[in-house]
């Protein structure tokens, strides 16, 4: 805890030399009730009324509007706290009171804002320190010239606000500097840049620019958000050059966000060259020229954004910078409804790419109609923050290639957010290459997966796994055969699943896993988590803290799990090691209590030696409907297919197709028949 030092007397001796004084009675025009007649700031001494503790019930709480309707000059003052809200308490935390009304900057600016604590280290510094409540709201407004300066113990800086606690800011920007000393966190040029934290609160179309600077032991610095803790940026942008004790992961430092812990960041941009960050803990990294082009900016529209394009960077509409509308949302491809009755249908791989650039649709229904082949897409960025069902019905995804070096949470999906159900899909040969948290299917999950699977290599520095990054919730009957491959000083990497909080059960891997730390078959690092009913056999590679199963379990229930000692390992004590052949007996299984009964979760393999496969996994020739036997369900599809061929026939089924010759023809037939009624 650090002493406090007098929070007013710079700003008492400011305004008495520049003579301000308040507006009449100290009353502002209309009543707050609503945005037709909310409270006006029509000039500077309007302004200081407002911002004036005294009336903070008056102005701050919870409901009450206010909008400018001038541009407030600040020059020749210096604050020692936030303007409007500050922390007024010595001890740690905030303890003054926040702002929760709704502020509305109606196109205007605050110009020339200084805030100079040094020595003092005072805390939660920005135009305002703590914005606080679902209802609490800033928007269309501007920060020109702020030069914010903290002592070396201060903490929660930014243009706009220290911190923003459940609140929203929308439509807003900032400009100018914001400097900590040697152990300050949370510090970003709009919260942070713009804000120094957002905690579960909501940061939307907004950018900073400028600079964010932090001393020797400095951390959660971003452009934009010092610290993104469970709350939603989206489609917003930073300039700011970032600096601090050094560009290492954990300080913290980011072009875009220092730390995004549990939040979601969606289609959101940095630049990389003036930022002087190839890294942020979620958003992508763009050259300045790509910076200024309309086509970077994914998902954007709506009439929010104008560009300049080749020659600026893009500028909220307000501000009447001139240039061409951001127009980048595309109209729908797909057919359906998005219910649970009617889905949308993903027909293509532009049907796809289209979800992607659609925010509206991610919390949607969706289901896949037949395999499609990604390898012509260019540039995937994955939707940020998805929150509805996705049926693949069996069907693939082939070639997927997300390819994204210094970008967190990346894969079909970046983030599968509370609600979300995925099922019945596979990701075939994904190539998948980013930072932190990536997997071919997620780079997070927060809801359920199940009868999914993933070939192909998912490589980067840390959360890393063939399916799954970091799972928070549920991977149920799923399989991953791809190869998990991080860098130096890479860390918590599976087969399967990078990082484990939740749940994972009946799950399998059988790819390589090679890395510095906290490696493991199937699972890298299980932290509070569960595993149930797995199993490994996948080569690990590594320095420190590598499994067959698991490579470091943290307080978790690891039960009946397996891992083939002859082809996996080392051996750390987590699951239980078999031999290739007691991996291949079904016996190692069910004497576990594994399910291999009618309508299993379990089968093994059909005429041929191997280890278990899930219930739903097609091995015998002419099983069509996965129900592992061939008989009249079977042959009504091969019937339907009868004769269709792969240019392709309206009829053409490439599941009947079993002599793989293009054609459903005589020869498939025979081959099914002498399948007939196996089980």
Not at 171 to 176: L, Q, R, S
Not at 194 to 203: A, E, H, K, M
Not at 330 to 340: A, D, K, L, N
Not at 549 to 568: H, P, Q, R, S, V
Request: glycine share 16%.
């Amino acid at each position: 805890m650090h002493t406090r030092q007098n929070l007013t007397v710079g700003l008492v001796l400011a305004i008495s030399m520049v003579g301000i004084s308040y507006g009449a009675d100290g009353i502002l025009p209309g009543d707050g009730l609503s945005e037709s007649t909310a409270y006006l700031i029509e000039d500077l001494a309007d302004f200081d009324v407002f911002a004036d503790q005294a009336n903070a019930a008056t102005y701050w709480s919870d409901g009450v509007y206010t909008k400018l309707t001038c541009d407030p000059n600040l020059v020749g003052r210096i604050y020692t706290t936030a303007v409007i809200a500050p922390d007024t308490s010595t001890s740690f935390g905030f303890q003054g009171t926040s702002f929760a009304g709704i502020l509305d900057g109606n196109g205007h600016i605050v110009n020339n804002l200084t805030i100079d604590t040094t020595g003092a280290d005072n805390d939660y510094l920005g135009l305002f320190g703590q914005i606080n409540g679902s209802c609490a709201e800033i928007k269309n407004l501007g920060i020109e010239n702020v030069n914010i300066t903290g002592g070396d113990d201060s903490n929660n800086l930014g243009g706009l606000c220290g911190r923003n606690y459940s609140g929203t800011i929308r439509n807003c920007y900032a400009t100018g500097s914001v400097t900590g000393g040697d152990s300050f966190y949370h510090l970003s040029g709009l919260c942070g840049g713009l804000c120094g934290g957002n905690y579960s609160g909501t940061i939307t179309n907004c950018y900073s620019g400028g600079s964010v600077t932090g001393g020797d032991d400095s951390c959660y610095l971003g452009g934009l958000c010092g610290r993104n803790y469970s709350g939603t940026i989206s489609n917003c942008y930073a300039t700011s050059l970032v600096t601090g004790e050094d560009s290492s992961y954990y300080h913290y430092l980011g072009g875009l966000c220092g730390s995004n812990w549990g939040g979601t960041i969606t289609n959101c941009f940095w630049d990389m060259e003036t930022s002087g960050q190839t890294r942020s803990d979620g958003g992508f990294g763009r050259t300045t020229s790509q910076m200024k082009q309309s086509s970077t900016y994914n998902g954007w529209g709506d009439d929010i954004w104008t560009i300049e394009q080749g020659v600026d960077y893009p500028h909220l509409a307000w501000e009447g910078a001139g240039g061409t509308v951001v127009d980048n949302i595309p109209q729908r491809s797909y057919s359906g409804s998005g219910t649970e009755t009617v889905p949308f249908i993903l027909n293509t791989a532009a049907d796809l790419c289209c979800l992607t650039g659609r925010q509206e649709d991610w919390d949607k229904c969706f289901e896949v109609a037949n395999d499609i082949n990604l390898s012509a897409i260019t540039n995937y960025l994955p939707p940020g923050h998805f929150t509805g069902k996705f049926n693949g019905n069996g069907f693939r995804f082939f070639n997927l290639t997300v390819n994204e070096p210094d970008s967190f949470l990346l894969g079909l999906f970046g983030c599968l957010g509370n609600g979300s159900e995925i099922s019945n899909l596979g990701m075939v040969d994904a190539e998948i290459t980013g930072d932190h948290f990536l997997g071919s299917l997620c780079g997070r999950n927060s809801g359920t997966i199940t009868n999914c699977y993933a070939t192909g290599v998912v490589t980067g520095n840390g959360a890393l796994g063939g399916l799954c990054g970091r799972n928070y919730n549920t991977i149920t009957n799923c399989y991953s055969s791809g190869s998990v491959i991080g860098g130096y000083d890479s860390e918590s990497l599976g087969g399967l699943c990078g990082v484990n909080h939740d749940i994972i059960i009946n799950c399998c891997a059988t790819g390589l896993v090679t890395g510095d730390g906290y490696l493991g078959g199937l699972c890298g690092y299980s932290w509070e988590g569960t595993i149930t009913n797995c199993y490994a056999t996948g080569s690990v590679t590594g320095d420190d803290y590598l499994g067959g199963l698991c490579g470091y379990n943290y307080k978790g229930a690891i039960t009946n799990c397996f891992w083939d000692i002859e082809t996996g390992g080392p051996d750390n004590g987590v699951g239980t090691p078999k031999t290739t052949t007691e991996m291949q007996a079904q016996s190692t299984f069910t004497d576990a209590n594994w399910d291999f009964d009618v309508a299993p979760v379990w089968h093994m393999p059909f005429e041929a030696t191997g280890y278990p496969m899930l219930g739903w996994q097609k091995d015998i020739p002419g099983d069509f409907t996965g129900r592992y036997g061939v008989d009249l369900a079977d042959f009504a599809i091969l019937s339907n297919a009868w004769l269709s061929n792969d240019t392709p026939t309206a009829n053409w089924n490439e599941l009947c197709d079993l002599n793989t010759n293009g054609l459903i023809d005589p020869n498939d037939l025979k081959t099914f028949a002498e399948h007939w009624l196996c089980k």
